[in-house]
């Protein structure tokens, strides 16, 4: 019997063949290895760590903005993606010598499980009192 390698994302439980969304029961014919991925579309958001301006009328760049990958006006102030978890570490050493007044929240958020390991998105929240 012929058999088919198919994959199948272990998150969203949608099946692939050659990188094809499938559906089951279209290759029952043959002898079918499975192989469990995490698929594009569950895959992690393409930045790395998020930066958060609260209580803020202007978005605070410094030298930074080539490292962002992007920012936006959010509720209470300004979401900050940077593309690496060291850019947003020295923006967030270089706004704490700047604006020292600021209550600073580290947190980190689970955003996948990509073989068994999880991923976090390390976060940080500025806020003005
Ligand atoms: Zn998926």
Sequence with gaps: ???????????????FWHNKKIKPGKVMDFDVV??????????PKPFRA????????E?????????????????????????TARSSNAY???LKKKMPDLKVKRTRSHVSTKGGEKIYRP?????KI
């Design 1 to 15: 019997m012929k058999s088919v390698r198919v994959k199948i994302c272990k998150l969203c439980k949608q099946m």
């Design 34 to 43: 499975v192989e469990e991925v995490v698929c594009k579309d569950c895959e």
């Design 50 to 57: 998020l930066v958060q301006l609260r209580g803020f009328s």
């Design 59 to 83: 978005p605070v760049f410094g030298d930074f903005k080539n490292s962002l990958k992007l920012w936006k006006k959010v509720k209470g102030g300004f979401d900050l993606q940077f593309s």
């Design 92 to 94: 967030y050493k270089w």
């Design 123 to 127: 976060t940080i929240c500025f806020r």
